[in-house]
Each structure stands twice: as C-alpha cells, then as structure tokens.
C-alpha cells in the first residue's frame, strides 16, 4: 500500500503538477475577473510602471508597484520560515506556506466584485510570491509553477538532448516538465471556466487544491524518504 502512495516532497513531480494548475489557474482567474491583469509574474508591471512614468502618468505608474512589494514581502516571507527558529515553532514551513496560500485565496473569494483590482493582484502577487519561492524543484530541477516560459525552454532542451544523445535522464526532465506545462494549461482553462460561469468565488477551487496538496503530504508524512521531506 505505502508505495502506491505519491511522495509529496518539497520536490515531488506529483507536487509540482498540483501547484502548476493553480498557477495556471490564477493567472486566468485574474485575467477574466479583474480586466485582463496577470497577478503571477512581475515582468509586465516592471514593464509598464517604466512605460507610464516615461509618459510622466505618475498616478498611473504608481497602481504597479503594490504588486511588486506583495511579491517581494512573499519571498521575505518564505526566507523568514527557513530561520531554524522558525521552523522549529512551524514544525514543517513548507505545510505552513500552503496553509498560508489557502487562507489568502480564501479571503479573496470572499472579496466583492467592487472591490478595487490591485487589491485583488496584490493578494495573487503574494500567493504566487510565496509558492515560488518555496517550491521550485521537481526532483533535482529548477522549475517555476506560476509561469512558463522557463519550464518551455526547459522542456525543450531536454526535449533536444534527448533525441540527440538518446539520454535518459533528458527523456525524464522531458516528460516531466512538459507535463508541467500541460498542467498549468489545464490550470489555465479550468480557472477560465469556472471564473466565467461561477465567478469570484470560483478562486476556492484553486484553493480547494492546494488542500489536496496539503492533506497528501500530512497522509503521507511517514512514508517520504529522508532526503525528499518538506522539513
């Protein structure tokens, strides 16, 4: 029975398909909801602040920045849970960075359509903050679960060495990055769905699986290697 049983570690490819569909599925949330807005990446805020202060719309320049500092305060947030201190009173940091999601996207559902956008991009830009900075390997890989251009490139020099040297270990990388990427689309379409026909609210489904996540990784605490924990 206990080998049947998927191995959530910090980087366990089981967890890294869970967490790209509520990637995906955030940045369609936020993109339907709240008029064409990708909370996920900063890129495009760092971008546009640039290009609305260079056309000196210093009001509208500013609306970008709230989201860049709740995507910095998640990364500090996610390094302050590594503090041995820390750790000890959280018993595991990384289970407590998913409850920690869960919460923020809890209230965000509960939040009214009036409610102003860069409200709602701010508590995303925090949320994705927080899962990338927390979880970004898939077995020994670097990876991203709230974007994809780099699990693209990723997957397509695996793709590459594989068909070039017949490697195995690139076969792997392959498969499993692309089925992340797989994974965050059917993410992307889910949330595109359901924020269509359910609305705000639909954003408890992303939340919904990172409890899955959670209760995964609690069931399966005694059965994960050693080396693979999320401690």
Same mark, same amino acid.
């Given at each position: 029975m206990k080998d049947k049983i998927p191995s959530l570690s910090s980087?366990?490819?089981? &967890?890294?398909?869970?967490? !790209?569909?509520?990637g995906?599925?955030?940045?369609? *949330?936020?993109?339907i909801s709240r008029?064409?807005?990708?909370?996920?990446?900063?890129?495009?805020?760092?971008?546009?602040?640039?290009?609305?202060a260079a056309n000196r719309e210093w009001h509208g320049s500013? =609306? *970008?920045?709230?989201?860049?500092?709740?995507?910095?305060?998640?990364?500090? #947030?996610?390094e302050m849970?590594?503090?041995?201190?820390?750790?000890? #009173? &959280?018993?595991?940091y990384r289970?407590?960075?998913? %409850? =920690?999601?869960?919460?923020?996207?809890?209230?965000?559902? &509960? =939040?009214?359509r009036s409610v102003p956008n860069i409200v709602v991009t701010v508590c995303i !830009?925090? #949320?994705s903050s927080l899962q990338i900075s927390t979880f970004n390997k898939i077995d020994k890989w670097t990876y991203n679960s709230t974007m994809t251009t780099g699990n693209l490139r990723t997957a397509t020099q695996a793709a590459y060495l594989a068909l070039k040297e017949d490697n195995d270990e690139a076969k792997k990388q392959f498969k499993e990055f692309f089925a992340i990427i797989?994974?965050? =689309?059917?993410?992307?379409?889910?949330?595109?769905?359901?924020?269509? *026909?359910?609305?705000?609210?639909? %954003?408890?489904? !992303?939340?919904?699986?990172?409890?899955?996540?959670?209760?995964?990784?609690?069931?399966?605490?005694? *059965?994960i290697s050693k080396s693979l924990t999320l401690r």
């Open positions: 980087n366990s490819f089981y &967890l890294g398909i869970l967490l !790209a569909v509520v995906g599925f955030l940045d369609a *949330y936020t993109f008029d064409g807005v990708f909370a996920n990446a900063q890129t495009g805020n760092m971008v546009l602040l640039a290009v609305k500013l =609306l *970008y920045i709230p989201p860049i500092l709740a995507f910095i305060l998640g990364v500090l #947030v996610s849970a590594k503090i041995p201190r820390v750790r000890q #009173v &959280l018993h595991s289970r407590s960075i998913l %409850i =920690l999601e869960c919460l923020v996207l809890i209230i965000v559902g &509960l =939040l009214p !830009a925090f #949320v797989l994974s965050f =689309l059917f993410g992307a379409l889910t949330g595109t769905f359901s924020t269509t *026909y359910i609305g705000n609210t639909s %954003i408890w489904i !992303a939340s919904g699986i990172l409890v899955i996540a959670l209760i995964l990784y609690h069931r399966n605490r005694g *059965y």
